[in-house]
């Protein structure tokens, strides 16, 4: 038999053909079930099922050997049969190919609770699994994501296993399937009567040899009743029971008690790795390296119960940005040429998001989806663990850095006395009611359509665009409500005109003279950028998120309306970021020492050495000194072996190089010094000290030497605020193999983010250290 992908799926659904989802009928209806038979008395009647039938492949058993089993010991009968204990299996499918994967343990035995509850009642149960990021409903058996749009899957509770002769791993049964084999290898335990087959009706065929030996036969064609034998029909699949008898990894399972919550932003494209992944499932990498590594360098915290997890979660902004709601594909794929088409793809769906962040009006469609699916996830997770009572932190990766820089900057800083409630909460948005609202805006027959969809003030402010969509509300009264919900959740920020701010508006707004904080008016600017020198453009006013000037077009037509998050971040990573290089091409010239985010504590800039897009903060902060980045240690607490070689070369040149030039210089002083001026032998001591300068410049020790070279390569400098006067550019390591063609690397470079062990352990260390949680760095 062909192990291939179709006689697999074939396979799993011969017999019986339920689609591969088992209907709650079956379950309710046990005794309608094909072959298979009840109890073992009824098979020692006649061992034939109602529509499979159970027969010895070999001759029956003589009566000699009957009366030889009866003289057996007791030490010789086979053990008495025993339940086989079943797992929970979920389908993932990937271009039209299924693989199936278990669910941890613990989110096992909670489904398999579940589903000894939910025979006795009528109702569904829902069972939250995998770090509460999906449900799985018990009755329908589908598994389902809570945080982000995905297809459902299939879920199953499995016991038996199969494996093609080309397969590499075994594949469940159908729930039915099993049960009939199971009913099958009851009855030969029972009776001790080995070496028979089950036909199906389908053609198939099981033979049960004995307990280790169990193969599953399909037909090639249609089936006749004088086929010689199954092995002339088909190449057999072994079959197994139970999964402690078949070669999976169970995942562990992962804590219940969340530390930290970490929002992650795409950059451009819908995919986010060379492997052309969603940004679903590089944060799902992300979030099991750092589990990995909290396993490995938290080992004794997590044993004592100081450390739980920090849960990942994944922004997307791509579909919303190119999705029917702005019709921006459509007018794109009008003009463009039909020429390369795959070529022009790409740069429609992927490199072309760099001019829209740039384009006034899709600009605020992209702040806008990050900004408010961000809150969404963030009330969504406080909802699902109202027990968390961590820090938040943003993530941002190449295009979606940017974006994370321009919002933050942009914050209002509120009073932190209400930090972490939902600005919903504490704002003038609660002084309406739905209906007082709508009357305002003289859309008092969506009131209804609201109202059926139980939708209140609270979640309508947590509404996007395609929510309003959905329920049938038009364009235009979208925008009112969406455009209304924004001005009333923070009024005292949009009642102030730009440069009228008082002292407790919080962000720095964009001047002619760079960014400059409200919180002291009278400072100098934070950020400096030059005049220009076309004299073209009066720069009267510059917003920080496109980088145009509304003076120059058209006063009050270019403007960013940034949205407010509902909580401040406590660091912000940004991975391979061109921020450095959009501030550059926007006329800034110097980051002040004293600026810092408005409610964000602390920035770093990670970078691989030959990330094509990444770009530099700290040049930007110290100018008049050239600051080499922070290098990250590896995390297995070392550097890379061709990089220790390289440091070891650098010493052991300079070491030989002051060696030489110091005993050159020593022996040329003593052929050039005048032997008169020497002086006496008793006054030797005093000789020493006369010439002090000349033999300190000559030669110096070895200590002397490496502690002045690391001075001269890590010097003393303050960073400024806007990482708490820390040190904010990180370089990753790069690979021994990436050394020997960086251009070969380049944009394996720029998507390797995802997969970092070294820059998960940077990001963990900045958390638990906050936390005060030691860091242990585990033995080689």
Sequence with gaps: MSSSEGDRGGLSQAAPNNNNITTQDDFDNPTQTAATCNTPEDSKAELSLPEAQISPVLDEVSPSSASSFEMLDMESVPPPYQEVQPHWFFCRQADDCESWHPFSREDSDKLENAFNTVREQEEDIVVAVEGERYDVHIKERMRFAVYWDQAPAEVRRCTWFYKGDKDTRFFPYSEEFSKRLEEAYMIAVTLDEWKRKLDFPTGETVILHNPKLIMHYQPIGLQDEWASSPSDQSRPCTVKRGVENISVEIPEGEPEKVDHLVFMVHGIGPACDLRFRSIVQCVNDFRSVSLSLLASHYRRSQQEGHVGRVEFLPVNWHSALHGDATGVDEDIQRITLPSISRLRHFTNDTLLDLFFYNSPTYCQTIVDTVASEVNRLHALFQQRHPEFDGKVSVVGHSLGSLILFDLLTNQRNRSRAREGVPSGEHSALNSDTLEQMLTKLDLQQYLQTLLAENVDMESLALCQDSDLRNLGIPLGPRKKILHYIRKKRLPEDYKMAPGHQTSDSGPPQVTSEGIQSSELPGQESSLHNKPSTTGAVDYEYFDVGIGQSNGGIAKGQVSIDYPQLVFYPETFFAFGSPIGMFLTVRGLKRIDPNYSFPTCKSFYNIYHPYDPVAYRIEPMIVSEVDLEPMLIPHHKG???????????????????????????????????????????????????????????????????????????????????????????????????????????????????????????????????????????????
Excluded at 705 to 729: F, K, T, V, W, Y
Excluded at 738 to 746: D, H, I, R
């Design 638 to 780: 070392r550097k890379r072996m061709h990089l220790e070689l390289k440091d070891s070369l650098t010493r052991m040149s300079m070491d030989l190089r002051n060696n030489v030039l110091g005993s050159l210089r020593t022996a040329w002083q003593s052929f050039t010094r005048p032997v008169a001026a020497l002086p006496p032998a008793e006054e030797g001591e005093a000789t020493n000290d006369t010439t002090p300068q000349e033999d300190q410049a000559g030669v110096c020790t070895e200590a002397e030497c490496s502690a002045s070279a690391e001075q001269a390569e890590q010097p003393e400098i303050e960073m400024g605020m806007l990482n708490g006067g820390r040190r904010i550019d990180y370089v990753l390591q790069e690979k021994p193999i990436e050394s020997f063609n960086e251009y070969l690397f380049a944009i394996q470079s720029h998507l390797c983010y995802w997969e970092s062990e070294d820059a998960a352990l940077l990001l963990l260390r900045e958390i638990y250290d906050n936390l005060g949680v030691a860091f242990e760095q585990p033995q080689q």
